[in-house]
T-cell receptor, first 114, second 112 residues
Framework: AAGVIQSPRHLIKEKRETATLKCYPI?????VYWYQQGPGQDPQFLIS???????DKGSIPDRFSAQQFSDYHSELNMSSLELGDSALYFC?????????????FGEGSRLTVL | GQSLEQPSEVTAVEGAIVQINCTYQ??????LSWYQQHDGGAPTFLSY????GLEETGRFSSFLSRSDSYGYLLLQELQMKDSASYFC?????????????FGKGTKLSVIP
């Protein structure tokens, strides 16, 4: 079965650089979520999209932005990177805004900021 | 805001039963999910309770009491591969949409 695809899997950037993460949700899933997980931490909700429209915002810094495209893939853009942005970034998708409580997570993109 | 409390660590013996509790304080609560995450891996869905009561899925069961704002995950016949972090997560509504908020996670260590 198709899963959520994230790219790149690993990314190393310098402070103040920019980074873009991509997410391809499971086909026919209408909702995409972005989460940030620091070492030993719980996943923190950043932002979500329902049918290509932003549906909710969590603790996403102003330096970050995201969008969902017509083919349903989503991109998380991060600018002016800081050391504290080093984390695992997960994209997840669901059908019907997660009405079953089940989100399908990708394998994550590990961002390291030096 | 949303708040979910669960123990930070639990240790149990292979073959035994372990219960991981979760208490929550949330507004717009719709249900409680449980996720498993191995080190460096993705969270994977285990169970969801929208209504009070017990949901059973193989060796895993989950319980919810909405009146007590409490739930638990029960793992039976523990195996070494069950060593992982377990997160409860509340599905809540806000601004016309839904989001999943995670607890801090419980690190389960299964020992021989």
């Amino acid at each position: 079965a198709a899963g959520v695809i994230q790219s790149p899997r690993h990314l190393i950037k310098e402070k103040r650089e920019t980074a873009t993460l991509k997410c391809y949700p499971i086909p026919r899933h209408d909702t995409v979520y972005w989460y940030q997980q620091g070492p030993g931490q719980d996943p923190q909700f950043l932002i979500s999209f329902y049918e290509k429209m932003q549906s909710d915002k969590g603790s996403i810094p102003d330096r970050f932005s995201a969008q969902q495209f017509s083919d349903y893939h989503s991109e998380l853009n991060m600018s002016s990177l800081e050391l504290g942005d080093s984390a695992l970034y997960f994209c997840a998708s669901s059908h019907g805004q997660g009405i079953t409580g089940e989100l399908f997570f990708g394998e994550g993109s590990r961002l390291t900021v030096l | 805001g949303q708040s979910l409390e669960q123990p930070s660590e639990v240790t149990a013996v292979e073959g035994a039963i372990v219960q991981i509790n979760c208490t929550y304080q949330t507004s717009g609560f719709y249900g409680l999910s449980w996720y498993q995450q191995h080190d460096g891996g993705a969270p994977t869905f285990l169970s969801y309770n929208a209504l009070d009561g017990l949901e059973e899925t193989g060796r895993f069961s989950s319980f919810l009491s909405r009146s007590d704002s409490y739930g638990y995950l029960l793992l039976q016949e523990l195996q070494m591969k069950d060593s992982a972090s377990y997160f409860c997560a509340s599905r809540t509504s806000g601004a016309g949409s839904y989001q999943l908020t995670f607890g801090k996670g419980t690190k389960l260590s299964v020992i021989p």
